[in-house]
């Protein structure tokens, strides 16, 4: 009897095992096909403008309907692949006992969302029907439909990862403690209703902080609290929930964060990063601290064309701590500058947080592009400042038998990074000439690459693309999900009333614009230690930036501010999420990094105060 049980049973996790094989496969190809469709549209409409001076209106509404849909695909692959952010330093401080605990609970709390906003978003759907799409002369239906479809697709794949769970208590006790909270809120609602403003600290620091704490997804940690605001403190249908996220999601400008992702992981793939690193290290490698400096400035270089600080960091890591740790860098110091670097160049162009914060705050990103260069700069020469403190007293060639390049391999190895280090300035330069908008200017970029890849550097390995677009897609759907949440988030706060509440406040802060640029600073490295970067922006930028127009403070310089003050957060440890991800990439313990990441957070610290104290530094050149 007992055999047939154990048989039946294996039977059955195998008919699930190939269930769940065949939902990803299905899932990652139209995901991954989304992706390329994405940049051959954007880029028949590029060359049919520029090329063909004829605008092709149909190409920008089908980006924008298959847009939804590759957010929605890349948020269920993401969820298959358990890629969502979170914040679970603290639920990897639990005991081993507990740890499957927390595990069910990061699949039972997103699973109970996706199972309360299903039917929301059937009604958005039915709603959209009688719109119509005047490029395609198709109902908005069709754009529509990607929620829920996204939402079932995660509802499945949430029951495949809870069935293969070695054990079921763990399950039953996060069911409990989900349906305990949610049915206490559910039963008080007769007294919420008539609390007013109090329920914005019960949802959106109570659940929020509840959820975040507990290792729950960031994206569904705000989706949790906005639905149940909206449920049970207000009176508005659930709709506007749907609304809101379909609205955040899918906005034109955001088509940049996957594009600008593929083209990062293409940079690697070609060899134009190890390029870039290889001319820099013959160009300063010799002199004491010399790797140092050439990993301040090669992340200035690359940074933010992936959209990921991890990307980034994976990307140089493996290049220069070898030789690094040859020359008798320690673990503890390299994985400190590394954290510092990835948190110094948030605002370098063409970077994702500025494209998303732009298109949340309605601030030109050609502006940002340009604002962001200087900020950048000036903190990387703070780095590069304590770096040159560190090392003053150093012999030349430390540690390392390698003798100086001579000026002929030095113009070699710039040769072949020429490429590399034309990049950047292709890309600016194709947004403010007017070849292509900030949207459409990745496809530039991906074509460069790819010709680089192919022509110069001889290194386009076939095989990789398809993995690329699906983990574009994954990446992308994991961002553009928390862009989503936190804007039905931000306009729940703000028809409460709290944007007027905060700015009021702010406004009666003494010492008028520097003491509100003061508490702004302090706040984003709060946010940005505990939320992480994008959820920071997209949930505060909003509410923010109107009441730094009110002050006196110009948009630019408040976005620099903002930016780099949520890398600090970042990358701070004990908190920053950041940090720890530097560490993993490197593989050394991050009690290492510790004490010196506090000379380099004080070194990042005045080149923010700096930035903040002197607005010419992010505006003189707009």
């Known amino acids: 009897m007992r055999i047939a049980l154990t048989e039946n049973r294996l039977k059955l996790q195998h ?52 847009f939804l849909w590759l957010a929605m695909m890349g948020a269920v692959v993401a969820f298959q692949r358990n890629e969502h952010m979170r914040m679970a330093a603290f639920v990897r401080m639990a005991p081993p006992a507990w740890q499957a605990f927390w595990r069910a609970l990061a699949l039972i709390a997103p699973l109970a969302f996706l199972v309360l906003v299903c039917g929301a978003t059937l009604d958005y759907v039915i709603d959209e029907a009688n719109l119509t799409d005047p490029a395609l002369d198709i109902s908005n239906a069709w754009r529509a439909a990607a929620m829920p479809a996204g939402i079932c697709l995660m509802m499945a794949s949430s029951l495949f990862q809870l069935a293969r769970l070695e054990h079921w208590r763990p399950v039953l006790a996060a069911v409990a403690l989900t349906g305990t909270v949610g049915l206490g809120l559910y039963l008080l609602q007769p007294v919420l209703l008539g609390i007013g403003s109090w329920n914005l600290i019960i949802f959106f620091v109570g659940v929020v902080g509840l959820c975040v704490f507990s290792g729950v997804p960031i994206a569904f940690s705000f989706s949790l609290a906005s639905f149940g605001y909206l449920a049970i403190a207000t009176h508005l249908p659930l709709l506007v929930m749907a609304s809101r996220m379909d609205q955040g999601m899918s906005q034109i400008v955001l088509l940049a964060v996957p594009l600008f992702v593929i083209l990062g992981m293409l940079m690697e793939m070609t060899g134009m990063a190890k390029a870039l690193v290889a ?79 732009g298109s949340v705050t309605s601030v030109s990103i050609g502006a940002l592009f340009t604002g962001g260069l200087l900020p950048g700069l000036v903190v990387g020469l703070m780095l590069c400042a304590l770096v040159w403190w560190r090392h003053r007293h150093a012999p030349r060639e430390e540690g390392s038998t390698a003798v100086r390049p001579t000026h002929r391999e030095v113009f070699r190895s710039f040769w072949i990074a020429l490429p590399a280090l034309a990049l950047p300035f292709v890309i600016r330069l194709a947004v403010v000439e007017g070849v292509a908008t900030a949207t459409e200017v990745s496809t530039i970029g991906i074509v460069y690459t790819v010709l680089a890849g192919l022509l110069i550097y001889r290194r386009f390995d076939v095989r990789r693309v398809w993995p690329i677009l699906v983990g574009t897609a994954a990446l992308s759907g994991a961002i553009l ?45 709060v946010l940005g230690s505990l939320l992480e970067g994008i959820p920071a922006i997209v949930l505060f930028g909003p509410l923010l930036f109107p009441i730094a127009e009110t002050v006196g403070v110009h948009p630019v310089h408040y976005a620099m501010i903002a930016i780099l003050a949520m890398g600090m957060g970042l990358f701070a440890p004990p908190f920053g999420v950041g940090y720890y991800t530097a560490c993993a990439i490197n593989r050394i313990n991050p009690e290492d990094g510790m004490k010196p990441m506090v000379a380099y957070m004080l070194a990042l610290g005045f080149g923010l105060i700096l930035v903040a104290a002197i607005p010419w530094i992010s505006t003189g050149f707009l």
Request: proline share 4%; aromatic share 8%.
């Open 15 to 66: 008919l699930f095992g190939a269930l769940e094989r065949g939902l990803v496969l299905i899932t990652e190809g139209v995901a991954g096909l989304l992706v390329a469709a994405e940049i051959v549209l954007l880029l028949i409409g590029v060359v049919s403008r520029y090329v063909f001076h004829h605008s092709l209106v149909w190409s920008d509404s089908l980006a924008s309907l298959l």
């Open 279 to 357: 001319f820099l290290a013959n160009l300063l490698g010799h002199i004491p601290g010399g790797l140092s400096y050439v990993l301040v400035g090669a992340m200035y270089l690359v940074s933010g064309i992936s959209g990921s600080k991890s990307a980034d960091m994976a990307a140089l890591a493996p290049v220069l701590y070898p030789e690094m740790k040859a020359r008798g860098t320690k673990p503890g110091e390299f994985v400190a500058l590394l954290s510092a670097t990835a948190a110094q160049t948030e605002t370098i162009p063409p970077s994702l947080v500025l494209i998303i914060l």
């Open 481 to 525: 999900l928390i862009i989503g949440a936190a804007t039905s988030m931000a306009w729940c706060l703000t028809q409460s009333g709290f944007s007027d509440n905060l700015a009021s406040l702010f406004g009666q802060l003494p010492g008028g614009k520097a003491t509100f640029v003061i508490a702004s600073m302090a706040l984003f490295i």
